[in-house]
């Protein structure tokens, strides 16, 4: 076969080194990033489901349909179910309002019980992983419930009319997602006891759900496409996102940036391979002549090309995958070393879409550089000086510019995303042409008034101007892609640290009674406890809207209009709050009828279409309370502080009986002061967070680790381009400095004015890149991760002094030979 002897020959005489090397690269870069981000995401979506217990949960005041069960069996999609319900738990002369669990075999379905012998147990050797769910006849309780009923493991509680043992301390449980729906400390116990405890009546409020999981991403969709429509208007399905906003948003952010990465290292690839394309286009043109010459027609020359090309293609994409299957392995095990966390396997698309992009790579990207020359003379043999038309740079842009599109959207799945890469590429490029353009014409004025090697350097510079314009936007491309990648990764990591610092509140106190609100401060200041602003609290609902009673389409719109909310006043507002419209207490001037004021938080107003000075009816344990809206006003849910829907002017709600709400940060050798507080105050309810803080910190860490290691994995990406772009001039930088060096150029002077070329031009880039970044920056936040849009100034400085300085020392490393090769050698070798 003509085309593989070709291809060995090629290969063996260098011709091919750099194009081929530049497709392993790519694809192992590509399959490295493609096969992680996959095992990331699908691990990662079974670490995030552990708080939920499930991929999905159905929810709802009755029990589920049996014939979901056969359907589910049928699919291949793993099941069970658990009950949740409020019910006083005694003990002796004590008693709680508990928040009780019964859990059915194989509960649960994604994640774990975390059980121990020891009352708020941290220490890792005092806890231990639950192998199954309580036996029949036991009880697994919070450790809060054992001061609270006066107990130790072995005592025996009622629930109803059954008693259980407390066998275990219960330190982390899943379905943990909704930590305020019930209040009370939790008690676990098996479903078979149920029945027994005559608790659960007609009319009682019980919250059932039924837990649905599978390995199979496919099955699963599948499963819930049918469920769907047979859910009635009392049951809803939950997964990640609508159950924990934060982390699916975190989640989704994450898996977003990683698509991103793999869409940048293709782009990368892409930009490598059309550069070592058109120089071996411009190196066979004396190959191509001679072939012509002998008679061969332009079909055949193109078939032989393409011959190579595809032979090319498959074997540096097969050995592409492997480096790539062998890198991401590396990675998964540097990841399970930290956090001992296990990826999954990885389905088949990574490795099939990987070795399909290795194919549409090299013919999008290297086959118009090629497919031209049998448009060579064969006089090209014997006038080496006749120019030969190879294709237009504009249209080897546009057939890149397809692949890139096509491999964006193969590669993210994500339309919009594709599209803001593809828009803010188009003008990143044409911004770059013009800014070069300029800058090399201002640039002759510099180089007039310069001596030495920085003479030379500009006078080179002027004398390729297309070449250096081709360059700088190599290399403006390359590097705005690294520095939005870089940027990008910071923000996140900064906007998820954020979300929960690590002084963050995580425990709630609730229900405390004004007569007991001083000794309980009293209490906190002793163990050096310092409490969030402690509000009074009033439950009520709100029933009418400028008079008129609200509606089912607005209590379906707004989930604040279908249950009780806590109420409170202030006198002053809390940090995190702002007014955004109206005014606050000390500036607010009552309306007609005298109506205390209230403050509205802003999204709630726009749900419920809420407006300054409407009227609002609350019904608070069947009393009425009429209030005119003050103001309107922002807050940080993230803050973990008591934050609240409606507040009240001072002393609006005083002749409502309100407790009290507060939250503390407690470190975790503090914990016993829960104990404490708990058995001189046993009526307050304390909400512990700190578990759930841990959970969600420790999947925000694995994205965040699992986000850096891919960037520096297109980080290999982004040397390999800016390689393939130095060496693309390396033959006519050769014959340059070989005559100067024949004409008693020193060494010095010759390789001073390479570098100081190269570091023109990485500094030109530079400049260019971070404005690049800028624009892509503002779509993908804009449009696509729906974060806030700020300027980076401090890359402003970065990126051209990055630039210049990595791009002269690639020139440095790849020149070098250049100087120290003997003159003779150098012009042999260059022509």
């Known amino acids: 076969m003509l085309a593989l002897q070709l291809l060995r020959r090629n290969w063996r005489s260098g011709e091919l080194k750099l194009l081929g090397l530049s497709l392993i690269l790519a694809v192992a870069v590509l399959s490295g990033i493609a096969i992680f981000t996959d095992r990331m995401e699908t691990t990662l979506v079974v670490q995030s489901n552990s708080v939920l217990g499930a991929d999905y949960v159905v929810r709802g005041s009755q029990p589920h349909n049996p014939d979901w069960e056969a359907e589910a069996r049928e699919q291949g999609v793993s099941y069970t179910q658990s009950v949740l319900f409020s019910s006083m738990v005694f003990a002796g002369d004590e008693m709680h309002l508990a928040s009780v669990k019964a859990v059915d075999k194989a509960y649960p379905l994604r994640g774990q019980f975390e059980i121990s012998q020891v009352p708020f147990a941290v220490d890792a050797s005092d806890i231990q992983i639950a192998k199954s769910i309580p036996a029949p006849g036991e009880a697994w309780v919070d450790s809060r419930l054992l001061p609270l009923l006066h107990i130790q493991l072995g005592d025996k509680v009622a629930v109803g009319e059954y008693e259980l043992r407390v066998t275990q301390v219960l330190i982390r449980e899943p379905d943990n997602a909704s930590p305020f729906s019930m209040m009370g400390a939790r008690l676990v116990m098996n479903m078979a006891d149920l029945p027994q405890t005559q608790v659960i009546q007609p009319g009682s409020r019980v919250d059932y759900q039924w837990l649905i999981a599978s390995d199979s991403a496919l099955e699963l969709e599948r499963f819930v496409s049918w469920l769907k429509p047979q859910l009635n208007k009392h049951q809803r399905l939950q997964d990640i996102d609508s159950a924990q906003g934060r982390l699916g948003r975190t989640l989704k952010t994450g898996k977003q940036f990683l698509l991103l990465a793999a869409v940048i290292a293709v782009l990368l690839a892409g930009v490598a391979i059309a550069i070592a394309a ?223 610092p690590d002084d963050a509140p995580n425990h709630f106190l609730v229900n405390i009674p004004p007569e007991e609100l001083p000794a309980i401060q009293s209490l906190l200041a002793d163990r050096s406890v310092r409490p969030e602003p402690i509000y009074p609290m009033v439950r009520g609902r709100l029933t009418h809207i400028n008079g008129e009673e609200t509606t089912e389409e607005q209590r379906q719109i707004s989930n604040t209009l279908r249950r009780e909310l806590n109420l409170t006043w202030a006198d002053k507002l809390a940090d995190d709050n702002k007014v955004l419209q109206g005014h606050w207490w000390d500036q607010w001037q009552r309306g007609q009828g005298d109506l205390p004021g209230v403050s509205v938080e802003v999204k709630t107003a726009e749900e419920i279409g809420l407006k300054l000075g409407d009227h609002l009816r609350f019904s608070l344990g069947g009393l009425e309370l009429d209030a005119q809206i003050a103001s309107l006003r922002s807050l940080d849910w993230n803050s973990m502080r008591p934050n609240f829907f409606f507040i009240f002017e001072p002393g609006a709600l005083e002749g409502y009986s309100p407790t009290y709400i507060t939250s503390i940060y407690l470190p975790a050798q503090q914990k016993p002061v829960i104990n404490e507080l708990l058995r001189a105050h046993p009526t307050v309810l304390v909400i512990e967070l700190d578990r759930i803080i841990s959970q969600i910190r420790t999947i925000i860490d694995q994205v965040s680790d699992g986000v850096l290691l891919v960037l520096w994995l297109t980080l290999i990406g982004g040397c390999l381009v800016l390689l393939a772009a130095v060496m693309s001039s390396i033959e006519s930088r050769k014959q340059e400095a070989g005559l100067l060096r024949a004409l008693g150029s020193p060494r010095r002077l010759v390789l001073g004015s390479l570098v100081a070329e190269f570091a023109i031009l990485g500094t030109i880039a530079g400049a260019i890149a971070i404005l690049g970044s800028e624009i892509l920056l503002l779509s993908l936040q804009k449009f696509v991760l729906e974060t806030p849009i700020q300027p980076h100034y401090i890359y402003w400085l970065l990126s051209p002094l990055v630039g210049g300085v990595f791009v002269s020392l690639l020139g440095y490393l790849c020149c070098r030979p250049v100087v120290t090769t003997p003159p003779a050698v150098v012009l042999r070798e260059a022509t």
């Open 278 to 500: 058109r120089q071996f286009a411009e190196r066979h043109t004396d190959q191509v002549a001679l072939m012509k010459s002998l008679g061969a027609s332009r079909t055949r020359v193109r078939s032989l090309y393409f011959g190579q090309l595809l032979l090319l293609a498959v074997i540096a994409s097969l050995i592409g995958l492997v480096l790539g299957e062998l890198l991401q392995r590396t990675v998964a095990a540097s990841l399970q070393q930290t956090y001992q966390l296990r990826l999954a396997a990885a389905s088949f698309y990574p490795y099939g879409l990987s070795f399909f992009s290795g194919l549409i790579c090299l013919v999008c990207f290297a086959l118009p550089a090629l497919w031209f020359l049998p448009g060579v003379p064969p006089l090209k043999i014997l006038r080496r000086e006749l120019a030969v038309n190879l294709p237009q740079l504009w249209l080897q842009g546009l057939i890149a510019l397809l692949a890139v599109i096509l491999l964006v959207v193969l590669f993210s799945r994500d339309m919009q995303l594709a599209l803001s890469i593809t828009g803010a590429l188009l003008g990143v490029v044409a911004t770059a042409l013009l800014a070069a353009w300029g800058l090399l014409s201002v640039s002759r004025r510099w180089g007039l008034g310069l001596g030495g090697f920085w003479r030379l350097a500009f006078a080179n510079l002027l004398r390729r101007r297309g070449q250096s314009l081709v360059l700088i936007l190599v290399f403006a491309v390359a590097i705005m892609l690294l520095f939005t990648l870089t940027i990008l990764r910071t923000s996140l990591i900064a906007e998820w640290r954020v979300q929960v």
